[in-house]
């Protein structure tokens, strides 16, 4: 039973260009949530969705940067027109449907450089 | 509004000595917490987690934590260390009445030497 599996591992863009981050959750996990990780400061919670609807975006910064969670294919994480201080790690993580306590389980993480 | 603690961003313990990560966090709600362990260049793996019910819970690898309502604490216990302990270690909190995600801290690093 796969994972939930996150690529690329390492993405490098330039100043200015368009990323995206794809994340493909747990089999039978509906639920999806972004993460970014800076050094010395722990996982920020981004934005949480489940299958086309982003339930919580509060982490999400206002410009730039959008999610989604299509019917049929994995979550992407979109940045646009990137700047350094995007440089980070950006981790998904998925639980499955219902309204009991579920842990959230991990991708490794796509490791973003901005140069 | 929730959050979590960690004191002390990094510690170092030797191979078989106690191994003692504290957690502190807010919440108006009854919580639920969560330790996680994360190794270089990978994603968090869950360690234990407390919900309800007993307030010491076991996890894997050894360790253990202890849900201490007075002292809104959440620490997390190894009795011996071992080399392979050595990694990251986020605390988080959830309140999912409200329907939020993990709220993690900053996370501790431990190291272990031989």
């Known amino acids: 039973n796969a994972g939930v599996m996150q690529n690329p591992r390492h993405l490098v863009r330039r100043r200015g260009q368009e990323a995206r981050l794809r994340c493909s959750p747990m089999?039978?996990?509906?639920?999806v949530y972004w993460y970014r990780q800076l050094p010395e400061e722990g996982l920020k919670f981004m934005v949480y969705?489940?299958?086309?609807?982003?339930?919580?975006e509060s982490g999400m910064p206002k410009e730039r940067f959008s999610a989604e969670f299509p019917k049929e294919g994995p979550s992407i994480l979109r940045i646009q027109q990137v700047v350094r201080g995007d440089s980070a790690a950006y981790f998904c993580?998925?639980?499955?449907?219902?309204?009991?306590?579920?842990?959230?389980?991990f991708g490794n993480g796509t490791r973003l450089t901005v140069t | 509004a929730q959050s979590v603690t960690q004191l002390g961003s990094h510690v170092s313990v030797s191979e078989g000595a106690l191994v003692l990560l504290r957690c502190n966090y807010s919440?108006?709600?009854?919580?639920?917490l969560f330790w996680y362990v994360q190794y270089p260049n990978q994603g968090l793996q869950l360690l234990l987690k407390?919900?309800?019910?007993?307030?010491l819970v076991k996890g894997i690898n050894g360790f253990e934590a202890e849900f201490k309502k007075s002292e809104t604490s959440f620490h997390l216990t190894k009795p011996s260390a071992h080399m392979s302990d050595a990694a990251e270690y986020f605390c988080?909190?959830?309140?999912?009445?409200?329907?939020?995600?993990?709220?993690f801290g900053k996370g501790t690093t431990l190291s272990v030497s031989s």
């Open positions: 919440s108006s709600v009854p919580p639920y």
């Open positions: 407390y919900t309800t019910g007993a307030t």
């Open positions: 993580a998925s639980s499955p449907p219902g309204t009991s306590v579920s842990p959230l389980h």
């Open positions: 089999k039978g996990h509906s639920h």
């Open positions: 969705l489940q299958k086309e609807n982003i339930i919580d």
């Open positions: 988080a909190v959830s309140d999912l009445q409200a329907g939020t995600a993990l709220i």
